[in-house]
Structures are given as C-alpha cells and as structure tokens.
C-alpha cells in the first residue's frame, strides 16, 4: 500500500522493453518521481547476458509467460506457443537480439494510418537518440546513446554462403540496413556490447537505478488499473509471496508498458474495451473502447532446413564435448564466437510477388538445422534459412478469458487468413529454395531436409507453411494508436476518453513493421516519456 508520502508521480507497469525505457528517460528529471513494477524477477540469470542464451532460456521456460493462440484454421488447427519475457527487460531479455528498425514507409504508413507525427521524419530523431552505432556515421544513425548496435564482423561459413547467394541472385548488399530502404542483404545488426546482450533493462535502467527518484519492484504483477472519475490514479496488483492485493497509486499518471498481451489484458480487466464482452463477463464498463484486443497483427515463419557439409555450425559444437568445450572457453577468454552472436546472422528483404513495390519477405540464415517440430539439435552439421512475410494483412484479436486476472487471454493470430499473405509465404519459400540452391550455398548443401527436395508446387510449398509456420515473435497493434473512433490511443499514446493513462510498447502500433520490432518500440518508448516529460513541464 502506498502511503502519501510515497506516492510517485508516474507508476510504469511492466519493466520490458519498452518500460524501462519509459521509467529510465523519466527519472532522469529529478523533480519526477517514478516506480516501475515489474512481474518478473531480476535479471540476473547468466543465460540471460550470453547473446546465444536465448536456446537454454527457450528450453528451461523460467522467464516465459507462455502464452499460445488458439487452434489456428489456416494453420492445420495448430495453436502456437507465443513466448513473452517475464524478467526485468521483458522480451528484450530473452529475444534474438536482431536489431532493425524497419524501413522508413513503415511509418510514413502509420502516420497515414491516423498516427499523426509518427511519419520517418518524425520518429527519427528517436532512434538517433537511442543508437550508440558503432559503423559507418551517417545523418540517419545515432552515436553515443544508451543502445549499443553493432554489426556482425565475422560471418560463419553458411552466413557468408547465404549472403554471397542472395548477391548472385541479384540482391545488393546493404552498407548499413538501418539508414534507409530495406530491401538487399546484410550480415545483422545486433545489440551486443563486449559479448554481451544488451536489453534495456542494462542499457537504459541499470545506470538509473542509482536516482533516488526511480524505484523498481519486482516480482509485482498488476491486475488492474483504479480509475476514479475517468482518471487512472493508481493500480490493484498482487505481489509474489504476499496474501491480498495491493494499490499503488500515481499523482500524474499510470503508463501501461505490458507488451501486446498483457497491456490490452489489464485495460479490459479495468473495464476499458468492448462494453458488449465486458459485459457479458460480468466487468464494469469504465470505457466502451471496441478497438482493445484488435487489430493484433503478428509475423508468420517457416523454416528452409538442410542438411550441410561440416561448416562450424552449432550442431556441430554441440555434437562434439571438445568443439563445446574450445567454444565456451574462447567466449570466456575472448567474448567472442558462437556464443557471441544471437539466432540469426544475415538477412535478406525481397520482393516476392509480381509488381510489388517495395520488399515484402524477409529472409533470416540461422547457424544451425532443428528437428522437424522441435527445438532440438540434430547432430550432424545443419542451417536454416527461416522466412516470414513483411506486412502481413491478416488481423487477430485477443480477448479475456475469464475476469480472473490470472487466467491467459484467449489469442486468434488468424495467421494466413488474408489470400494475399498465403501467396506472399508461397512466394517467398520460392525464393528461400533458390536462394538455397545458388552458388556458393548450393556447395554446401547435402540435402534439403525440409521441405524435402520435390514438389514446388504452390499447394505443396502453402501445405507446408500451414504445416510448420510458426511465430517470429512480434505480436502488437492490440491498443492501436490513431484518430478515428477504432483508436484505442491518441497519437500522444493517451487512452481515448480518459485522463491520467496511457499505453507505450508494442501494442499501440497501427501497423507491424517490416523487420524484427524491438527498435521500434524502444523508439515509441523514448517518444512517450518525451510526451510525460513535456507535460509534466507545462502542467
Ligand atoms: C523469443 C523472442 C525473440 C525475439 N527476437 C527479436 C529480435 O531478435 N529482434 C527484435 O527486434 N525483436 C525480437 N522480439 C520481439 C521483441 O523482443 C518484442 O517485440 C519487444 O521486446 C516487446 O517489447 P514490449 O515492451 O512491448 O513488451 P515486453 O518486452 O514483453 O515487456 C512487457 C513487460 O511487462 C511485464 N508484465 C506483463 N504483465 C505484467 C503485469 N500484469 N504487471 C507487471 N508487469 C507485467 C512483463 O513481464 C515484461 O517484462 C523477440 C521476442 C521474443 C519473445
């Protein structure tokens, strides 16, 4: 229970990606007081910081909410697991660490969209600020930011292969992905400093802990947010370990930074949503907002696997006790190797589909083959090549199951629903096999394991897609910020007909991002807490 004195001006829910940004950038005024609750614990697991942890944190589940879809129809009836950070620097904790900003249409589009001043021009004085990039200096990049982003200077045998292919294919080398249009091929950018991932969570709030005007509980999990009168004044949440529920209140303002599930979660169960759902589970409407849990955009994958000639990949280390052993110790003395680098080391963006204007397929080459359905490593030397479309025009929606706090949303991804992003996944597993059988990666190769060589066909290649395809992890759009009566947010990331709340992380986006979307909330969050800060200056 807060006490009056303690009361801070700003309450940050979720300490991920986003919310650490928010909480950091706050209290970096010292007249503003600021405590961040997060559900998860400290981030002090080791797995954590080796960028190539992320396999052992996948597998042990510690630090995953372990949410799932429903039975997805144009998926064989799947559901699909949908991991989620439950850590200090939430999904940016556990991530892939791939850092790409998208291309600068993305928000021009969401500007269109009704994101008024979130067009490339606008938002990109946000991400300079946030980039301490170590490559070539440029108008477009930032240098000395809190975000080390740094690009992969030693390629595996594959990754060179795979991106010497895309060039003999015709696909131009990107200089540096993230100043401008994305189509091309590019070893990745990543955020790593000396060997080390960097969440936000160490970029952003470690060096602002020491402020006596930011406080950080852990292990905090809000249930609702209090609104009295139509303004949030604090939230209800449960602490782990303890008996009942606890307030904590806010003078200025509640920021709901939960991710894509949980923040459109909690404003339903605060009765903001649906009337007609809320309802119909028996919570009182605070605010009739039909928008929340919609719009839920997400990327699909599939994985190209193959079996290789011997090419230093992780099967192999992790076949061999005396490659393991030599690996883990050069990470140790050097922080360098395989252990150094996150899942995927070179990308490709791609027009697939004739008459397309712009790159709609991105590609990923992974250092090592998984068995089919599994997270195992088969021994003998593999890669991947994972696809996934750009701009997928299937819409899901997340609603609550129950009114019990605890229980997991009900998730409809409606993955492939849309024909045209079946023929964009079709297209562009085309692609990925030619990409597969072109000089120099075709030398590689010993075989196409799955989808095994044959049948090309478009029944066949979509069979497999519905088969295997699976998350890329970046579901967002569930509080979409806009300007027409669907808009869950205002463009200031302000909750529509009430004051004192406001969403920043993923689920605000009106639209997915071409790429990999940590960057682009990073940037949404660093342009929220320069929206609180203005106001809080003008107040
Ligand atoms: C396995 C995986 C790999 C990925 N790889 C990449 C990649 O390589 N590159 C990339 O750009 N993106 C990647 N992403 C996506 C990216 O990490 C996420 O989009 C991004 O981290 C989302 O940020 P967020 O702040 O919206 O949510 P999160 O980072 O998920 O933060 C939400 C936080 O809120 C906390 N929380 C939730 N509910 C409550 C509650 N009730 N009370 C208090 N706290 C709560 C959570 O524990 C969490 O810490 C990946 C994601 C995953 C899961």
Known sequence: MSDASDIPDYL????????????????????????????????????????????????????????????????????????????????????????????????????????????????????????DWDGPAGDTRGVGGPLPVGQVSRLSQGAAAFVASCQALGFPLHRDINDGPIEGVTPIQMNIRRGRRVSTARAYLRPARRRPNLRVLTGVRAQRVLIE?????????????????????????????????????????????????????????????????????????ARLSFRTKPAGTLNEIMASRFQLTRTVLGYAVRRNGPLAVGATEATLFARVTPGAEEAEAQFQFINFSLSAGSYVLPPHPGVMINFGQCRPDSRGVLRLRSPEPEDKPVIHANYLEAPGDQRVMVEAA??????????????????????????????????????????????????????????????????????????????????????????????????????????????
């Not at 904590?248 to 509640?254: I, Q, Y």
């Open 12 to 131: 940050v829910v979720g300490g991920g990606s986003a919310g650490c940004v928010v909480a950091a950038r706050l209290s970096e005024d010292p007249s503003i007081r600021v405590t961040l609750l997060e559900a998860g614990p400290e981030d002090r697991d080791i797995w954590i910081h080796v960028p190539a942890g992320y396999a052992r944190l996948f597998a042990s589940g510690r630090y995953d909410w372990k949410f799932a879809t429903e039975p997805e129809p144009e998926l064989a009836d799947r559901a699909i697991a949908w991991p989620r950070g439950r850590v200090l620097g939430g999904s940016g904790s556990v991530n892939g660490l791939v850092y790409l900003r998208g291309s600068p249409q993305d928000y021009d589009r969401w500007a269109q969209a009704g994101a008024r001043g979130w067009s490339y021009e606008d938002v990109l004085p946000a991400f300079r600020r946030m980039e």
């Open 229 to 301: 009168d139509g303004r949030a004044v604090g939230v209800l949440a449960r602490r782990d370990g303890a008996g009942g529920e606890e307030r904590f209140l806010a003078r200025r303002e509640v920021v709901l930074c939960a991710g894509a599930v949980a923040s459109p979660k909690i404003l339903m169960l605060s009765g903001v949503g649906d009337g007609e759902d809320l309802s119909a589970l028996g919570i009182p409407v605070t605010a009739h907002l039909p928008g929340v849990g919609r719009n839920l955009q997400d990327h699909l994958i």
């Open 430 to 539: 085309r692609l990925g096999r030619r990409i597969g059988r072109a000089s120099p990666f075709a030398e590689l190769v010993q075989e196409e394991t799955a989808p095994p060589r044959g049948d090309d066909s478009d029944e066949a290649l979509l069979e497999y897609v519905r088969r295997t395809g699976s998350t890329v992890y970046h579901p967002c759009g569930t509080c979409r910020m806009g300007t027409d009566a669907g808009a869950v947010v205002d463009p200031e990331l302000r909750v529509a007909g009430l004051r004192g709340l406001r969403v920043a992380d993923a689920s605000v986006m009106p639209l997915v991002p071409s790429s990999n979307i940590q960057p682009a909330v990073i940037m949404i969050a660093e342009r929220a807490a320069e929206f609180l800060r203005r106001d809080a200056a003008t107040a």
